[in-house]
């Protein structure tokens, strides 16, 4: 069923609305008009929805006619993904300012598809396809934009475009447990996710894959921000997984272009995590992965700088990395996921 609410100028008229139709049995498609629709509050979308806007104006990057702005300091994400088979696209997101912390990076979003910390062990979702989507946060940059964390797998994320927050799309394992100190297991790692044809400005990185295994990055614009990208073992690797031979395995990043100006690098590559369940410093071994065609602009800040970090991370197989300290000066000049802006 196609459901084509009509909203108006009362925040929480339209977030009650919304929630209601998601809220229905069976699932079915959301299409959302144009304009920009405030919200009292985020969304929660469970299994098997489609949730659309008004068709963007011109493809590849085109802004869209929909956005959704919500208010309020809850941060809960504009929408959050808890279901499988789950579409969302055309879309413009506007999170509220947030503030989430450290261990923080499911809260605050535009979009989260999982979480972080589950009370119970948690099914898996899968079959989760973004594309065309816009997400604006200017001058705000403590929250991350779009997070895919814990048991989520079988993920597509094409053509987005982020400007501002602290990372743009932001993939993390995930774990049973009141806080990141008393986990026990089992640990859930994101896996068989394709990022394609991703653009982020002005935020502090671009993106990072966090203790994940069959992941494909392929054409990613990331410009003005502190760091390009981020390839991580995670604070505990592969210790409480239940099964580990596939953390940090068959990962590919090929064609980015990152222009940089934080202090350190444009790029970092560990292999090596300290936990915070006892202290104990594991290093995951990645096999079959590869960083490949990617081109880092720019110079760093800090008294010691390079543009691309190794620490321990045998494995990690590096190949046509063009690094330079001249940043591009015409927007949309650097690259072919950028001259679609």
Not at 41 to 57: F, K, N, Q, T
Not at 119 to 130: E, F, M, R
Request: include cysteine; aromatic fraction near 4%.
């Amino acid at each position: 069923m196609i459901h084509r609410p009509e909203l108006g100028a009362d925040p929480h008229r339209n977030r009650r609305l919304l929630q209601e139709v998601l809220d229905t049995v069976p699932a079915g498609k959301l299409e959302l008009p144009p304009g920009t629709h405030a919200l009292a509050d985020g969304l929660r979308v469970p299994g098997g929805w489609s949730v659309r806007g008004s068709e963007v104006a011109g493809a590849n990057g085109g802004r869209p006619r929909t956005w959704l702005e919500p208010a309020g300091g809850t941060g809960h994400p504009v929408l959050h993904i808890v279901g499988s088979d789950v579409s969302v696209s055309d879309l413009g997101l506007r999170p509220p300012p947030a503030d989430p912390g450290e261990h923080g990076g499911d809260r605050g979003t535009a979009i989260t598809v999982g979480d972080y910390l589950y009370p119970a062990a948690p099914g898996w979702i899968s079959g989760v396809d973004i594309r065309r989507v816009h997400v604006e946060r200017p001058g705000e940059k403590h929250a991350n934009c779009i997070a895919i964390m814990g048991a989520v797998r079988d993920t597509s994320v094409h053509d987005v475009t982020i400007r501002g927050g602290y990372t743009g799309v932001a993939v993390h394992w995930g774990a049973v447990g009141a806080d990141v100190s008393t986990i026990e297991g089992p640990t859930y790692h994101p896996h068989r996710l394709t990022i394609t044809d991703l653009r982020v400005t002005d935020a502090i990185e671009g993106f990072y894959l966090s203790s994940v295994h069959d992941v494909r990055v392929e054409g990613a614009c990331l410009r003005d921000v502190e760091m390009g990208f981020r390839l991580l073992p995670g604070d505990n690797t592969d210790r409480f997984v239940t099964s580990s031979e596939h953390v940090g395995s068959a990962i590919d990043i090929s064609g980015v272009c990152v222009s940089w100006h934080g202090p350190r690098y444009a790029v970092r590559v560990a292999g090596w995590g300290r936990s915070e369940v006892d202290g104990h410093v594991s290093v995951l071994r990645y096999r079959d992965t590869t960083i490949r065609d990617c081109t880092l602009r720019g110079t760093g800040t800090g008294d010691s700088w390079s543009p691309i970090v190794v620490e321990r991370a045998e494995g990690v197989t590096l190949r046509d990395i063009v690094a330079s300290s001249n940043r591009p000066t015409e927007p949309g000049a650097c690259c072919r996921v950028a001259a679609k802006l």
